[in-house]
């Protein structure tokens, strides 16, 4: 749980050096779930770049003020 927007300069230096992938599939925003849309992308899925990307959904979690996010993935 990284609770950083995607283009935070910390969270691209965290992943620049890797060789993994983040999940994304347009505006996907988690936090907080009553505001939809209107919110922002901090949940995020980081994966091996061995991997493809398949399917990407928001979820609700019971008790939580997030969205969740729930991939597929396929590998290449």
Do not use: C
Not at 3 to 18: E, H
Not at 24 to 30: I, L, V
């Amino acid at each position: 749980d990284f609770n950083s927007v995607p283009w935070d300069p910390y969270f691209q230096d965290m992943i620049a050096g890797l060789d993994v992938k983040v999940a994304t599939d347009g505006w996907k925003p988690t936090y907080p779930h009553w505001l939809g849309q209107l919110g922002i992308p901090i949940d995020h899925v980081i994966y091996s770049s061995d991997f493809s990307l398949n399917e990407m959904a928001l979820v609700t979690q019971k008790g939580s003020d997030h969205r969740g996010v729930r991939v597929k993935l396929n590998t290449d």
